[in-house]
Structures are given as C-alpha cells and as structure tokens.
C-alpha cells in the first residue's frame, strides 16, 4: 500500500541510490522512522543520527551524503535542497489520504442571485456569499464562511471555516485563508473634532495575489481611498494585524502576533519574528529580518537582521537593571564628571 | 452625476471661494486628484503640493488659504478643521454608492420567539439571535452574527458579518462592531487550591455606549460581578484585549493589538499606540498618550505622552547593548569605585 | 428564595460560626455587601474592612477569623482558601439562575450523518458538525461552531458560540472554548527553495486534557507530524496564540495575548502574564512565572519569576534613557579607559 521510492523520485526528482521498489508509506523524523518511512537531513549537525537511522530511506544533500552512506545502508535519494525536498514528499503522502470537499454548494449556504460560484468550487455548509462575488474553479469555501458583494476568491484557494472576506476585495489562485480571519475590515481612520472621533469612510480593498497563506484570526484593513496590497507568495501566521494601505512584498513572512500598522511599505523577501511591530508609513527595504518581539520605529533601507526587545532576567535582577535604564542619564553624567575631574589631575602633573 | 460644491457646503458648512456650480465626484488626495475630485490640506507643510493641485477644490484652512490662493485656481472651502471636513465629505460621497441593507430579516437566520427586532433593522443570513434580545431602529446584523440572551443592540448600530455579542451585554447607538469581535466573553477569573484553577462565574456584562466602534476580533470580557464599561466614543481598533471590569472613558482611542487587563480604569481623551499594554487595577488619567509597544506598569496620575520600548538596532549592535543592559549593575558599581578612587586622589593633592 | 448557611456548609464544607438558618442569595465584594449576601475575606490586610461588612456572613480563614470576629456580628464560615471557597460559592449561586440548553440539535445546524451526538449534548443553531466527530454526554455546542472530520468533544465540555474545533483533534471532559476560538489550525511550516516558500502539511492534532479552558479568539496549531498537547487543567486567556508540537504542562495559566512559538514544552503550574512571549523549541521548568511582557528568548530550567520589559517613562525621558541604550557600548568604553588612566595615575604615586 505504500509507495516505490522509484515513483517517488519520478514525481519530485532527486537522485536515487538504493532500490527502487523499496515501499514507503509516510515521512517521519530521524529518531521516528522505521521501515516504512522516508526521512531527511536537513541540517548537517545530523549527519550521525541520520547514520543511525531506522527510516528505510532517508533526503539528503551530496555534501551529507558521503558522511552518511559510509555507515547508514538504507537508500538514499539525494537533492539539492532535502528540505524543500521533505515539503514536497510529505505534501505528496498528505495528498493520498487527504479529504477532498466534493464540487457543489451545501444546501444550507446562502448564496446571492447574481453570486458566480464555479461548477468545481465547494461551498460548505451556513456559508453566506453575496451578490456580485465570484469564487473560482476548484477553490472551497468552509463551512460559516462569509463573501461579501463583488469579492473574489482565486481558482484553487481554500478558506477554511469561519473567514470573513469582505465586499469587493480579491485573493488570487492557490492560496489558503485560516479559520476566523478577517480580510477588508475597515481601516482605523478617523478625524479628530475637539476631542471627538468623525469617522474617515474606508473605501479602498485588499488585493492579494497568488499562493498567499494567511492564518487564523489574522485581520487585514482594507485601504482608506487606494488599496491595501498582499504581493504573491507572501505567507502571515494567525493573530497578525495589517493595517491599512500597507504593501507587502512578494514572498515575504511574518509569524504569529505580528503587527503592522497602517501605510507601512515593506519589501520582499523579509522575515518578520514573533510578536515584532511596525509602526505607519514607514519603509523597510527587501530582505530585512526582524527579530521577535522587536518595534520598528524607523524606516530600514538596509538588508540585514535587526533586533529590539528587553532581555528577560530573573525578576529581582531585571528591578536592578530597570531602575538604572530609567536612570542612564544620570549614570552618563557621572561620567562625564569623572573624565572632567581626572583630565584636570593629569594635566596638574 | 457629481455633486455641485454648493451643494455640499450647505450641508457640511465652510466658505466656499470659487463656483458653487463645480460638480465633484469624490475625494482624492492632493497627489492623485483631478478635475472631477476634491481633495484637502490639512497639514501646512504641503501648502506647495497643494498649490500645484489638479483638484477642482480643495478643503483648506484659513491660515493656509491665504498663502495656497496665491497660485492655486481652483475652488477652495475654508474651514477651521479641514480633516474634520475631509472626514464629512468623505462620508458624504461614500453614501452615495453605499450598499444599503433591506430591513427585515433574513429566512435562513434563527431568531428565538421572545427576541425583539425592530422592523426597520436588517439580520442577515445564517444569523443566530436568542430570546429576550432586542436590536434597534435601523440596526444591521451582519451575517452569521450571534447575539445571546436579553442582549441589547441600540439604534443605528452595525454589527459587520460573524461578530459575537454574548448575553446580556449592551451597546448604544449608531455603534459599529467589526467582523470577528467577542463581547462579552468571560473574564479570566480563578481562585488556585493546591496548584489547580477554580473558575469564578463572571456574571457581570459588557456595557457600551453610543458612537463606539470596535475593530475586527477585538475582545473584551464581561464583568466578574459588576460590569466591564465602555463609554460613548471609544473607538477600538482589531485585535484588542479588554479585561474584565475595565472601564474606558469617553472618546478613548486605541490602536490594534492594544491589551487592557483586568479593573483597569482609564481616563477620557487617552491614546494608546498599537500593541501598548495595561496592566491591571491600574489607573490612567485623562489625556495620557501612551507610544505603540509600551508596557504600563504602574498607575499614571499626569496626562502626557508616555514610552517604554527597546530601541531597535541591527541584530550585532542589540546583543551589545543588550548584553550591557544586563550588567548595568556592574557598570554602575565601577563608576561609584571610580568615583571614590578619584576623590582619595583629589583629596591627597 | 436565598439559601441557608447551613446547607451551603453542608455543599461546599467549611465550620459555620452562626445561624444555619440565615438565608443568603448571592455574594458580594466587602464594600457592597449587605444583608442578603455572603462576603470573604482572602487578604488579611482587609480584616478592618471585614470586621465593619453588612455581609450577612463572611467566609474567612481560621487566622483572620480571631481579629474579624472580635467586632463583626454576622456568621462566619471558617475555611483553609477562603478564596476557593468563594470561587465554589459563587459557582453554586450562578448555577441557581443559569440559562440551561436543552438537550438535542437545533434544526438549522448541520451534522454530518456518522457524526455521533450524545443524547444528553445540546448543538445549537447554525452550527456544522462533519463526519465522524464524536460530541460526548452533557457537551454544549454553541451556535455557529464548526467541528471538523473526526473531532472529539468530551463530557461536559462547553463550545461557545462561533468556536472552529478542527478535524481530527480532541478535547477531554468538563473545558470550555470560547467564542472565536480556533482549534486545530495549521501550523506555520514552510521549507524555503530560493525564497519561495513551500508549504510543509500538518498532519499532526491538538490533543487538550480535561478541565481545560480556552479564551475568545485564541488559537492552537495542529502539530506538524506528532502532536500539540494541552495537559488537563491549563488555563488559556484570550487572544492567545499556541504554535505547533508545543506541549504545555498541566494546570499552567496563561493571561491574555501571550504567544508561544512552535515546539515549546513549557512545564506545570506555570504562569505568563498578558503578551509575554516565548521563542520556539524552549524549554520552560515547572512553577517558572514570566511577567506581562516579556519575551523569553532562552530556555530556563528553574523554578522563578522572570521578567524583561523596557521601564515606561515619560515620552521625553524614554528618549534620553533609549538613546544611551543604543550607545551602551560607548559608555562602557569609556568607563575603561577612565579605570586605566585612573589605575596609572595611581601608580605613578
């Protein structure tokens, strides 16, 4: 019932060495694997684990590759990139036993006179699409889904259950939304009147180009007159929150709880930790790494890592430390002192 | 089919400098805007940029009209808040080609025997409202919306698809709540006996005033036995946590990802930058400004702006300066011995 | 229409110093307790409050109960955690007039046939649940919750309205999920081929202990080959995000808006106070507490209470203290070079 390693090399590449009618039915990770599985190398520290490992095949790189075969006797299929390799090979055994939304809308679903839904698309159950929306060829709307008036969902995108996608906003082709995510919610804009809030309409979209993931509960605004823009390939982890008229370049990728607030440009090919910040109407060039839990306060032209959190102590320590960091200036005047004082002994020599 | 500039300054005031016959058709910003647009100064550093505007009008300010008439040809409606106005206008043209909901209710939505809706409000599809709940004249429940037990929806208010507004609570008129907001949830309430957590109902419930809106998957918890309080004019953007039994004053501002934990009270006329953090039972007076990404530790009794975020750097220069700021003590230690070396020599001279 | 001390003593234990025939309906906080309520007293520094409550009784521990009852006249219930005692009496008071489902499917909610309900569960309107998921005895489903292919939801545990519990994971006995939650949303795992990234599918489940409560909006990642584990008895605020393959100690809490990345194993009786942060692949020991805020960018193997925030402060005084913040290196420097010259002018004497 597995699969031959042939066949498999035949799907996604890669050298073989070994036999090619060895079975495998799934992946599993080097201390795991036993002989039904196919396993990897990814990081080089691994080389004597992977030696030793049980799997009946293992992906690896040329450079591993002749450490490991000197003592490990499964086959080996060897790649350029084994990690990429590993997505590839476990988006494939996923795909053998995965759940496939049959083509059709739910009786339940209330879709719009006027809704073009295409004929291979899923629209699961309570799902509501209004007039004027357009969902594409094999995508699958989940169950509770909302799409509001004139949206349009990409051919082969999927939303899991309970995501919000608001009115005339787009999502190209094979992306995936997360459960609980709003995408064109209004913009926090307002005018200010004596202390009193009028409220600024919002009436651009959010535009996302293909292969975009966005995860659960995450919120993207809408724009205020012009659009907010997801470039291609760009991939948000849940509880991100993206403001208004931001630009996001292709293939770049934020983890969980980020925060980016409105206008902010940023470029492509960047990586954004955990929980890090970023405030409007800046620009961060391509390539730029932001550390977890770090606020970016100023533009960045420059590729490179960038960091800003306090650094975690035991508590009694951290009061130590805290009270001298509100305090700095007084420390620097000290010393400002001490040089003054000790420049007048030297020259009274 | 646009609208005549004496048209639109008898409704929203102002003096209008120009043709009352120029017909607009929207608001652009001073860069984009054309012959069919109005757009707006509100900042005097672009008085140049608005002087070289295409727009058939602009919205501007005395102070700026004078020196902004000298070049520019246009029509021009001074006002003393030129934003306040843009925001006006703005929602003017957006109601033009607004998309206005049908009373009545949907046939898909469950609405409990014992639920009041009143007729000029619309429920949307797969909407569930439960007995003893009333929405107001003109409210709009959004699709797949939840509205709990004796729960109140005033005049005018809107909730947006998928909101969640649990038993009992209540918010005032002309309110908007976004797609994916919980009010009403239960507060994180525990007594600990021997390691392990034992809930404490929390009867209280949420109470909102008029004007406030609440962004896209905010949260705020009810009351553990007396109420959690929003006053008239907050406005809450997405991904805010309120704890419970907080109270927020009137026309209170905060920006995404903002948490607020429990018994918090904070003032009137506050800001809070995103992701800004309060600490419970804290008290904050009127007019506070906190910065995005500060932690409030503490109570604070004197309006102004306040900050507490690690500055950012590249990644090499933090772990400097990181490394140091776990060390302050030690710093602080070899300056005072500094200080007393230096004394005993001054003194032996 | 209240209860008798007597029999809320014979429920919930305690010794009873007074009438068991005084009625009391509901509990109060010591300022606004009258002569239908029970008061308790769980911060000795508010005996002198205590002794002056209306409370019709007080619950108190046998060493405050010495000073209270020298002047306060009301009954007394003696008990080891006054506050536990509290919390249960408070539960048994809510239970008097809670809202109680009925048993059975609300019509409009759609369950997959092979789903198995229990007969004593209650779904609630607009709900879906797919193949295969199991809703154990006494469970509440709310409305508009989805249960995916294969969910397990055990005895007694509560969905509030709108809560996506996806395929394959399973919750014990006696949780509650709140609204918006998700449960069971992909990881966030992707092999990167030239800046490209590929998704690597998440095959793993959520698997959640009993007694287990998970705030409105927070979200678990299903593991990406094993497991996400939640031990019984772990309490999850809102909007809090869990990565994939954490495992998360028994009875260990968690405030508001905390993040925890992929593959932390965190230990028991842990506490994290609101937004504080943890890196992936940690480990954390048991009974550590991390204050609101902070960001736990390293494993730690005893027991504490850690912390790492910058220190609010005034707008203009942050900006002096960030500054030399960044430029920490330089006053080390400095420092040095004073301690040489001040070490030769000493030896030159």
Redesign the interface.
Known sequence: MGTRLGELVERLGGQLAGDPNIEVSG???LADAGVSHISFLSNSKLRAQAAQSGAAALILSAADDETVSATYTGARIVTK?P??Y???A??Y??SLDA?VPVPGI?P?A?VAAGARVAASAHV?????IEAGAEVGEGAVI???C?I??GAVIGAGTEL???V?F??RCRIGARG?I???A?IG??G?G????G???????Q?GRVIIGDDV?I???T?V?RGA?ADTIIED?V?L???I?I?HNCHIGA?T?M???V?V?GSARIGK?CTF???A?V?GHLTIADHVHI????????SIHEA????????????A?????????????T??D??RA??K??KT??E??
């Not at 307002?190 to 009147?193: P, R, Y």
């Not at 202390?195 to 309409?201: N, S």
């Not at 960091?307 to 035991?314: D, E, I």
């Not at 320590?317 to 200036?329: F, G, M, P, T």
């Open positions: 992946i599993a990770p990139n990690y990429a590993f997505a590839r476990a988006q055994f996923a759940f739910d339940s209330c699961g159950p309570q799902v509501t989940g169950a509770g909302f509001g008036r899991f259950a309970n919000t608001h009115a995936i997360h459960s609980g709003v919610t209004d926090f307002f005018a200010n009147e202390g009193v809030y009028i409220k600024i309409p009436t993931d995860g659960a509960n919120t605004d007159l390939g991939k982890d849940n509880q929150q403001g293939h990728a983890a969980g709880c925060g607030a090919y930790g955990g929980a910040m405030l550390s977890s839990g770090s606020m970016v306060s100023r490179g890592q960038y960091t800003g959190f306090y650094p975690l102590a035991k508590n320590e951290w009061e130590k430390s805290a009270a001298i960091v509100r305090n700095l200036a420390m620097r000290k010393i001490l040089e004082t000790i002994l030297t009274q020599k």
